[in-house]
């Protein structure tokens, strides 16, 4: 059973390389932009970056749903920012993962093991990409502050980097390779 996030700044190709991968995989795919409260998407349009207070319950809420497909065995993809090293804390251990430093209580949930699969590329070319978007929320002008909240993923937490540049079918198989072929801890 394997649990991946597609993760990047928004422009990155999250939505595309995820639902790619899945369709591929037959595994089940989520888009965490479709658990965001109405009033996230309003201040997004408006252009104001979302802030910690506004992200913490949406990300709770994408953990319990990776939960769910863990605890039923079900291999899942989930697209979402994950720009934070707090943030795939939540994601991985649920609303205890805001508070890093605290150890996990007896009887509480296990850690999900997630693979973290950070889409990485040139600004000028997400830039370009969000400029062409048509009908999302997130308007162009909040990329530079997804770069600003952005903290790349780094040891100890499970990642793999892949560039951007790279075509769609070269990035999918990459991921594949990784999944499969144990360059990644998923056991």
């Not at 770069?147 to 594949?176: G, M, R």
Request: aromatic share 6%; proline share 6%.
């Amino acid at each position: 059973m394997v649990l991946v996030v597609v993760m990047g700044v928004s422009g990155s190709g999250k939505t595309t390389v995820g639902s790619r991968l899945a369709a591929k995989l037959g595994w089940k795919f989520y888009d965490a932009d479709d658990y965001h409260s109405p009033e996230n998407k309003k201040k997004m349009a408006e252009g104001i970056p979302l802030n910690d207070e506004d992200r913490i319950p949406w990300l709770c809420a994408l953990h319990d749903i990776l939960r769910r497909e863990d605890s039923s065995r079900q291999d899942a993809i989930l697209a979402c920012s994950a720009l934070k090293k707090m943030y795939r804390r939540v994601l991985v251990s649920g609303a205890s993962g805001i508070e890093s430093n605290q150890p996990e209580q007896p009887g509480e949930n296990a850690a999900l093991k997630i693979l973290f699969v950070h889409l990485d590329g040139p600004i000028d070319i997400i830039a370009g990409r969000l400029e062409k978007r048509r009908g999302h929320f997130m308007p162009p002008e909040l990329l530079k502050s997804q770069l600003d909240t952005l903290e790349p993923p780094s040891a100890p937490e499970n990642f793999i980097t892949v560039s951007l540049e790279k075509s769609l079918p070269e990035i999918v198989l990459e991921i594949e390779n990784a999944i499969f072929q144990g360059e990644v801890l998923l056991d």
